[in-house]
């Protein structure tokens, strides 16, 4: 399809007399072209796919109420995410990253996973009793997909409940609320509060055997690059899997925007769901057109032709 608008554009300044016939030729085939809505057509495919991956961004935690701190209104004090989530910006100010990080851990303890990471974990349990496999690769690290009951997991952008040191590069798992004694009641998100300036000695500390080093969020930051063995786990997914679901990711942030165009090159379904067309849609075999929490439990609720275990 790029080739044929590539080419239209072209035609049009040297043969205007083809004008409308051009245009109609290029309305036809991108209406050919675009993706399919037809659920019933999805279905069929879903019952046969052995390894589903499926993708998930930003739009599938929205409707648990989870901020993204980008775009307008999308600050913590005065401050976007971009200002703080940052290896400089730790280096200068660890408390207040710190604060930020422990705001927003905080935060989802206050929200609960929705309908569309549930239909995720359910059809994940039932598909697994078929010998059948699905696996998450989310941008996302609030933990929700786990806390529905997702098994197999890749988060490509780490995880709030996630820490890693900065000495000794130890990733544990925290859980911990507050996560250090001198957090508590601190990272308010109202901008006039003032800096709780913990002692970088008492912010979190690796608890290995002789280390003690400042831990900080096992999250990736503006600058710096994705986990090399997680992409590869990534790329392994994308190459095996028969059916690929994208689910609320905007395609714009990179490598994840490149995932689901990449299965498609291999000739294998993809179905979008999503709020907003993006620009990878045309590329894929179908768009479901939604908030995720309704599109995607019909999906990918048990199809008759499944054994019941
Ligand atoms: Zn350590």
């Given at each position: ?57 930003a739009?599938a935690s929205a409707e648990s109420g989870v901020p ?40 989802m303890?206050s929200k609960s996973p929705n309908s569309a990471h549930i ?21 996302n690290?609030d933990?929700l997909?786990?806390r529905a ?144 929490g ?16």
């Amino acid at each position: 399809m790029i080739l044929l608008q590539f080419s239209t554009r072209t035609l049009i300044p040297q043969v205007g007399n083809c004008l409308r016939k051009t245009s109609k030729l290029k309305l036809t085939r991108i209406e050919m072209n675009r993706p399919s809505s037809d659920l019933a057509e999805f279905r069929e495919i879903f019952a046969k796919a052995k390894h589903i991956t499926i993708l998930t961004g930003a739009g599938a935690s929205a409707e648990s109420g989870v901020p993204t701190f980008r775009g307008a209104g999308g600050l913590w004090r005065k401050w976007k995410a971009q200002e703080l989530a940052t290896p400089e910006a730790f280096g200068r100010n660890p408390s207040r990253v710190w604060e930020f990080y422990h705001y927003r851990r905080e935060l989802m303890l206050s929200k609960s996973p929705n309908s569309a990471h549930i239909a995720i974990a359910e059809c994940e349990a039932r598909l697994s009793k078929q010998g059948r496999k699905v696996v998450v690769v989310t941008q996302n690290i609030d933990d929700l997909h786990k806390r529905a009951g997702s098994k197999n997991v890749l988060e490509i952008h780490g995880s709030l409940f996630k820490t890693r040191c900065t000495n000794c590069n130890n990733v544990t798992e925290n859980y911990k609320s507050p996560i250090c004694p001198e957090l508590a009641g601190k990272g308010a998100p109202d901008p006039n509060t003032e800096d709780a300036k913990v002692p970088v000695e008492n912010l979190p500390r690796c608890k290995e055997s002789g280390c003690n080093g400042l831990l900080r969020p096992h999250v990736v930051w503006f600058g710096e690059t994705l986990d090399s063995d997680i992409l590869t786990e990534v790329n392994n997914e994308l190459d095996i899997c028969d059916l690929c679901l994208v689910v609320g990711t905007s395609s714009v942030v990179y490598p994840a925007a490149l995932f689901g165009p990449q299965v498609a090159a291999r000739g294998v379904p993809v179905a979008e769901f999503n709020t907003d067309i993006t620009n990878a849609s045309k590329t894929f075999t179908f768009y479901f057109k939604g908030r995720c929490g309704i599109t995607l439990p019909p999906a990918l609720a048990r199809h008759e032709s499944e054994v019941i275990f």
